[in-house]
């Protein structure tokens, strides 16, 4: 789930995440089916790379990776169906939701009623995409470098951005970039706490306490979907009213 470029909002979710590992493992698992079927060798499936780095990040055991990449190379696995549902929520937030299912009937019915619940509503595809950017995303802990050299490693590995503080360090890239920029980062930092490819928000939307709440159980609604892979919103909670709410 993706808010606010900084941390505060992120860990409050990453918070509810890792209780949730098997969860966040079988996510992994589909989006490793999906891109395997394009090809089991990574060097030649980009897609491919991208879902292995997202599961080295995640601490995905090797056995659950070999598992899905052997069912691709003998044909087997189930069969996914990738939708992206996009809308808005309270206090105006824009919300893109990515999900993969082998019910689309069952999957848009679910999301539309968690949208009408708290007071969302579903557009149409490209209602609210235009005001994200898709970039790959990586994440590390504060502690594995100082803010001049994590700049400095991920200027030199083709990165565009770099957001440092005291939680970590935030760097962003072009699509086309993200595999050859994690690879050059992990090589010097290891595995990042996160990484993948994003929907970051251009701007981003203050809620207020009433609001915040309210998109918080939408969230954690869609978050519990197993159909639902991702969740990106361009809202912006004070860190005031977070703890009120965490």
């Known amino acids: 789930m993706a808010g606010h470029s900084k941390f ?5 979710r990453k918070g509810a995440q890792d209780k949730k590992r098997a969860k966040i493992f079988g996510r992994l698992i589909k989006e490793l089916t999906v891109a395997a079927r394009g ?9 491919l790379r991208t879902a292995l780095a ?60 968690a949208f009408s619940k708290f007071g969302g509503s579903l557009g149409e595809t490209g209602s609210v995409s235009f005001m994200f950017d898709r970039v790959g995303q990586i994440i590390f802990a504060a502690d594995v470098a100082d803010a001049d050299s994590m700049f400095e490693a991920a200027l030199e590995a083709g990165a565009d951005n770099v957001d440092s503080d005291d ?6 890239c072009a699509t086309e970039d993200y595999n050859s920029v994690v690879e050059s980062l992990e090589a010097s930092f290891g595995a990042p706490a996160e990484s993948g490819l994003v929907w970051k928000p251009q701007n981003t939307i203050a809620v207020n306490e009433a609001q915040a709440g309210t998109l918080i159980k939408l969230l954690d609604m869609l978050d519990d979907n ?15 009213i977070m703890a009120k709410l965490a």
Not at 8 to 12: E, P
Not at 39 to 47: E, F, I, L, V
């Open 39 to 47: 090809g089991t060798d990574a060097a030649s499936n980009p897609r």
């Open 8 to 12: 505060k909002n992120i860990q409050h």
């Open 54 to 113: 997202a599961a080295r990040a995640a601490n995905m055991p090797k056995d659950n990776i070999d598992r899905v990449i052997k069912k691709a190379e003998g044909g087997e696995g189930e069969i996914y169906d990738e939708i992206r549902y996009e809308g808005y929520g309270p206090g105006g937030t824009a919300l893109i939701v990515e999900a993969m299912t082998d019910n689309k009937n069952r999957t848009a019915s679910e999301v539309r009623a």
């Open 167 to 172: 939680e970590g360090h935030e760097i962003t």
């Open 226 to 240: 197993d159909d639902v892979q991702n969740v990106s919103s361009n809202f912006d909670i004070s860190d005031e």
